[in-house]
C-alpha cells in the first residue's frame, strides 16, 4: 500500500502554494475591498431608506475585510467561527471540526494550503451574511469582476458562437451508429473538450469558418496537434470509449448522462455549455448535469446565479456589442442562448448546487462513507452519470488531496476512494499549483529544466504557471 504523503503546507518554502498564500491572497481581500467600495457607493447614489441602511453595513463589511485582511498579512491562527456564525451564515461543521482536531492550531504562515484557502473564502462570505440588509445577504463580491473579464472576452466568445452556428446543423444530422461518422465525432469531441479545458478565448485551435471537411484535414490535423503539445497527460480517448460505447448502446433508447463539475464563470463556463452543446445536438449524451457553488468561491466560480447572467449577457447587446439583430455575430450569440435555454427548459441540461462543493472536505470523500458533511449524498449523485468531468486546478487538488506525491504516482493511486467506488472519473486541468501526478518518468525533469531557465530557481512552478494541462481518466464502475 503506497504511503500516503501530508498535504502542501502555506510554510512550504520556494512552493507556489507559499507564494499564494503570502502575496495572492492579501491582493485577492484588497481587490474586494475596493470592489465593495465601488458597490456602497452605487447605493449611496442610488439612495432611499434601504439605501442607507445597505450602505452603512456595506462599510461595517469593508472594515472587516481591511481587518480579515491584516489578518493574513500578520499571520496569525485561524480562528474557529463562532456558534453565531455558524447559524447566520449556514458554515459546515466541517472547519471548526478540522480547527479543533489540528495541533498545533495553524496560523496563516503555516496551514495545510487547501483548507487555509477554502477557508478564506468561508470567512469572507460570513462577514456578507452577517450583515441584515438582503442586499448582503445574496451579494456576489465577484460579481463585477467575473462580469468584467467575460464582457472582454468578447472575441472569443463570438469567434465560438460563429463556428456553432456553422456546425450544428451538420454535426446534428452525423449518425453515431456509423463508423464513418464517428470518427468524425471522436474528432470534434476532442475539439470541444481541449475548448473546455483551457477555458479561455485564446487557444481556439479551429478557424470560425472551418466545415466538416476542413475538420477532417491535415490542417485541421495541424492545428490541433499544435494545441494538444502542451497537454502533457491526455487520456481523453478512454473517455471518448466510455461515451460512444454508452450513446451506441442507448441507440435504441435509453440515456447517456454526462456531469460537469464546474470550475469558472465566463468564458470557462460558456466553452463547458459548448461541449455539453455538442454532446446533446449529437445525442452523444440525452442529459448534462452541472454541478455549480454555493456561495461566491476562488474568486471565479460558478454559482447558480451566473449561468442565468451568462444568458443575459449573449442576448445582450449592450454587454456584447455584436451590432443589429441581424448581423452573423448576433444571430450566433442568439442562437447559441436559444439553444442552450431549450436544453434547459425541456430537462436535457440541468444545474445544481450543493454545500459539498464548497466546504474544505477533498474529494477522498466523495464516497458512501462521508455521511456529515453530503460526502455520500454526492456520490450516489455522480454515480447515475456515464462520465463526470471535474473542470480546473481546485478541483483537481481536490481529488488528489493536494497532497506531495511523486509526480509519477499513478492517478487511480492518488484519487483513492474514486478509483474504485462506482463513479467514472475525468480530469480537465489547466496546472496552476504544486500537486502533480500521473507524468510518465523523465517529463517533470525535463519540464522543471526548461521552466528555470526563465524562472530561476521556481523550475517546479512549471506546473503551477497555466501554461500546462493534463486529461486524467478513471473508469471505476
Ligand atoms: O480556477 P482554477 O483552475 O480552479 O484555479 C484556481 C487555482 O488558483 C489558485 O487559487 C492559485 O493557483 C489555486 O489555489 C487554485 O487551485
Ligand atoms: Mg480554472
Ligand atoms: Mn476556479
Redesign the pocket.
Given at each position: 500500500m503506497t504511503q500516503i504523503p501530508g498535504r502542501f503546507l502555506t510554510s512550504d518554502i520556494g512552493t507556489?502554494g507559499e507564494f499564494?498564500a503570502s502575496t495572492?491572497w492579501p491582493i485577492i481581500l484588497q481587490n474586494a475591498v475596493d470592489d465593495l467600495h465601488a458597490e456602497v457607493e452605487r447605493l449611496g447614489k442610488a439612495g432611499g431608506a434601504a439605501g442607507a441602511a445597505a450602505v452603512a453595513q456595506g462599510n461595517l463589511i469593508k472594515e472587516q475585510i481591511v481587518q480579515f485582511r491584516q489578518e493574513v498579512i500578520d499571520k496569525v491562527p485561524l480562528r474557529n467561527f463562532t456558534p453565531e456564525e455558524c447559524a447566520i451564515a449556514s458554515v459546515p461543521g466541517s472547519f471548526n471540526e478540522y480547527l479543533d482536531n489540528a495541533s498545533p492550531r495553524p496560523t496563516w504562515a503555516e496551514a495545510e494550503?487547501l483548507f487555509a484557502?477554502v477557508y478564506l473564502y468561508r470567512r469572507l462570505n460570513v462577514l456578507f451574511r452577517s450583515q441584515p440588509a438582503a442586499h448582503w445577504q445574496t451579494f456576489d463580491i465577484f460579481n463585477a469582476l467575473k462580469q468584467s473579464t467575460f464582457k472582454a472576452s468578447y472575441f472569443g466568445v463570438t469567434e465560438l458562437a460563429l463556428r456553432y452556428k456553422n456546425l450544428v446543423a451538420d454535426v446534428a444530422r452525423l449518425d453515431k451508429t456509423s463508423g464513418a461518422d464517428q470518427q468524425l465525432l471522436q474528432i470534434l469531441f476532442k475539439e470541444f473538450v481541449e475548448i473546455s479545458l483551457w477555458g479561455n478565448a485564446t487557444d481556439l485551435s479551429l478557424l470560425t469558418n472551418a466545415t466538416l471537411e476542413d475538420i477532417k484535414s491535415i490542417q485541421g490535423a495541424k492545428a490541433r496537434e499544435e494545441s494538444e503539445s502542451k497537454i502533457v497527460v491526455n487520456d481523453t480517448a478512454r473517455a471518448w470509449e466510455t461515451i460512444i460505447a454508452s450513446a451506441t448502446a442507448t441507440a435504441t433508447g435509453g440515456s447517456t448522462r454526462v456531469d460537469f463539475v464546474l470550475?469558472?464563470s465566463g468564458f470557462e463556463l460558456y466553452a463547458d455549455l459548448m461541449l455539453a452543446a455538442f454532446l446533446l445536438q449529437t445525442k452523444l449524451a440525452t442529459k448534462c448535469v452541472f454541478h455549480a457553488k454555493d456561495m461566491p468561491y476562488?474568486v471565479?466560480?460558478v454559482m447558480l446565479k451566473d449561468f442565468d447572467t451568462l444568458l443575459q449577457d449573449l442576448r445582450d447587446r449592450e454587454f456584447f456589442p455584436s451590432g443589429a439583430a441581424s448581423t452573423p455575430e448576433s444571430q450566433a450569440l442568439d442562437l447559441f442562448a436559444d439553444d442552450i435555454a431549450q436544453f434547459n427548459k425541456s430537462g436535457a441540461l440541468t444545474f445544481q448546487a450543493d454545500s459539498f462543493w464548497t466546504t474544505d472536505l477533498d474529494y477522498w470523500n466523495i464516497d458512501a462513507a462521508e455521511t456529515k458533511y453530503h460526502g455520500a449524498q454526492v456520490h450516489a449523485e455522480l454515480q447515475k452519470a456515464d462520465l463526470v468531468i471535474f473542470k480546473?486546478?481546485?478541483?483537481y487538488?481536490k481529488l488528489t488531496g493536494d497532497r506531495k506525491w511523486a509526480r509519477t504516482t499513478p492517478w487511480t493511486t492518488a484519487i483513492g476512494p474514486l478509483a474504485h467506488n462506482g463513479v467514472t472519473t475525468l480530469s480537465l486541468?489547466?496546472c496552476?499549483?504544486d500537486v502533480q501526478v500521473a507524468l510518465p518518468q523523465g517529463l517533470d525533469e525535463e519540464l522543471c529544466a526548461l521552466w528555470e531557465k526563465d524562472h530561476p530557481g521556481q523550475g517546479s512552478w512549471w506546473c503551477?504557471s497555466g501554461k500546462w494541462a493534463v486529461i486524467c481518466f478513471a473508469d471505476s464502475k
Open positions: 507556489f499564494t495572492r494550503w484557502e470550475d469558472n476562488m471565479s466560480d480546473g486546478d481546485l478541483n487538488r486541468r489547466t496552476k499549483a503551477s
